[in-house]
């Protein structure tokens, strides 16, 4: 789950692309046919340790979100086993161990930068604000008179009524492309520490006009990779039978996401809040059928990515 008033949100974020770009923008011509454009994954489970997510009648979102986190790399490994993957918590821990969760959520995006990540995965379980189940809701019967002379007046009387919770479905969140700069610094200061071996970048002045354009160059590709692992991702979900709400921009709430230079987005896998969905997201069927649609679109998104490259679309800093 997103929290919406908090920019300090626990997200699972999934970062791409960038390092192996920036690695061997200058030798692209030699080896550019046989490179693949993504050699290292984040994987992000959502929240951890002391910081629970939302839950559902019974389970809570950092378990589930845990589980299927790991069951993803394992079956991203299995297909790719070129690929590196790195996880930012393998237990029920805020990652790093951290004791807030601003620490976590820095933890997080330091962990995706410093590791060359080349695409950043948040997983996460939602919530649709009402309890879990079942909710109350109070209904309006009719009014009644209390009191008498001057003081009689109308009072309502309410019936409460037992509503099933059913919201169900899966979103993407990506950040949003209009308000940049915490991700173009993000980007810049993956370049600044040293990514590129470049002579001239140890001196790399993030604030220079050069470095802002260049950030912005990146931060296009990034969010079109992001849109476009999202896409494929939420497609996935509706061929299995699954409700999408889509690939959802949000600016509040995915500080994870902004904070990673690299593209990055948050699977929203189900809500918890729904009876029958949170047992779908317990199961081993449920699970693996989530990966399952998460490593297609994978798939799909890799061969876009190196396609690209092997037809020689050259890409520029
Ligand atoms: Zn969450």
New binding site residues.
């Given amino acids: 789950?997103?929290k919406k008033t908090s920019t300090l949100l626990?997200?699972c974020v999934i970062t791409m692309g960038s390092s192996s770009f920036e690695k061997h923008a200058g030798d692209g011509a030699r080896f550019a046919p046989s490179r693949p454009q993504i050699r290292t994954v984040v994987i992000d489970p959502?929240?951890g340790g002391f910081d629970p997510?939302?839950h559902g009648l019974i389970s809570k979102?950092k378990n589930v979100a845990l589980s299927i986190s790991l069951r993803l790399g394992k079956a991203l490994q299995q297909e790719f086993p070129e690929l590196k993957i790195v996880y930012t918590r393998t237990t029920d821990i805020m990652p790093g161990n951290k004791p807030t969760l601003p620490e976590g959520i820095r933890y997080r995006a330091e962990l995706a930068n410093r590791s060359h990540g080349d695409l950043f995965l948040c997983i996460?379980?939602n919530s649709d604000g009402h309890d879990p189940g079942k909710y109350a809701v109070q209904r309006l019967l009719r009014y009644k008179t209390v009191g008498r002379g001057r003081r009689k007046r109308q009072v309502p009387v309410y019936a409460t009524t037992w509503v099933k919770n059913t919201t169900v479905g899966t979103a993407t969140y990506i950040w949003k492309a209009d308000r940049n700069l915490p991700k173009g610094d993000a980007i810049n200061q993956r370049q600044g520490l040293g990514e590129n071996a470049k002579a001239d970048n140890a001196a790399f002045d993030m604030t220079s006009p050069e470095a802002k354009m260049r950030a912005q160059l990146y931060e296009k590709k990034y969010f079109a990779n992001s849109a476009l692992l999202g896409t494929l991702v939420q497609n996935e979900f509706v061929r299995s039978g699954r409700r999408s709400e889509g690939v959802v921009q949000r600016q509040v709430g995915i500080g994870v996401l902004q904070a990673t230079g690299m593209p990055s987005v948050l699977i929203e896998t189900g809500y918890l809040t729904n009876k029958e969905e949170e047992l779908y997201l317990n199961s081993k069927k449920g699970q693996n059928q989530i990966v399952n649609d998460i490593v297609n679109a994978f798939r799909q998104y890799k061969a876009r990515l190196d396609g690209k490259q092997k037809h020689g679309e050259k890409q520029k800093h």
């Fill in positions: 789950m997103i626990t997200i959502g929240h997510g939302t979102e996460h379980c």
